[in-house]
């Protein structure tokens, strides 16, 4: 839906902005088959999720300095880029055909990723995915080339040449985005090389990779036996707020809690 929204549009931010929904189809489709390949499909969406921040914030960096001098969005404004901004339509050059996952830049690794985790899952809902994927992704290629051929090889439409003037801090942002894009697709393992369960975490799971489970322990309390729980993981005991229980005295795992495999 969201590419097929992107291909009529004549504005580039509405363009993007239908693009940004077609690139969180991409990244919700390894959830979809979690349950078949665990931590791999949160890896591909963290790694799509990176990606695509760092190449759709230099998009809109982009269209915002272009905006400046030709005071609209339209598409047919940024047709002759190349003739008074070379710079600004290579880095837009790199953004959009990252976008559309391009090699070697970062858009292709993350819908690598994408599409390894789908067809891992060794089932018909991988399967679907994999080729929604890849349909799309050549449509996107379309209304990218578009505007990549516009920018390279037409003229401005009002004949105005005028070099545009950007500020230093959309420069600086420019920079790292455009470095981060390449950097990505070039360098895979600079966004690949994580550890889901630190995700995990943050979300009230164990840090040091282990799974947790509660565990009902026997405790004194008000005269009488009682039991409270307590979360394990394969390190040791665990805090209620995440952290592991230490002993006093020697700083490791505490002993009152026996954690068995």
Partial sequence: VGNLGALRQTNLVRMLAYS??????????????????GDAALTA????????????????????????????AEIDSFKGLFGYAPGLTIAMSVF?????GIPPLGGWWAKFRVMEAVIEAESASGVVLGVFVAVNSVIALYYYARIGLGMWAEDAPDGDTTPIRVPASLVSALAITVALTIAFGVYPPLVSEFDVTLLAGGLGGCSHGGHIAGRSTPSAHSGRRA????????????RRGGGLLRNRWSGGPSRRFHHRP
Avoid: E, W
Avoid at 26 to 34: D, E, F, G
Avoid at 96 to 100: D, K, M, Q, R, V
Avoid at 227 to 238: A, I, K, L, Q, T
């Fill in 96 to 100: 959009l055909f990252s976008l559309a």
């Fill in 227 to 238: 039991h409270r729980r307590v979360r394990f993981c394969r390190c040791g005991p665990v």
């Fill in 45 to 72: 969406t963290v790694t799509y999720l990176l990606v695509y921040a760092a190449m759709n914030l230099g998009a809109f960096a982009i269209v915002l300095a272009v905006a400046r001098k030709t005071r609209s």
């Fill in 20 to 37: 940004g929904v077609a690139q969180a189809g991409y990244m919700l489709a390894p959830l979809a088959v979690a349950s078949d390949v």
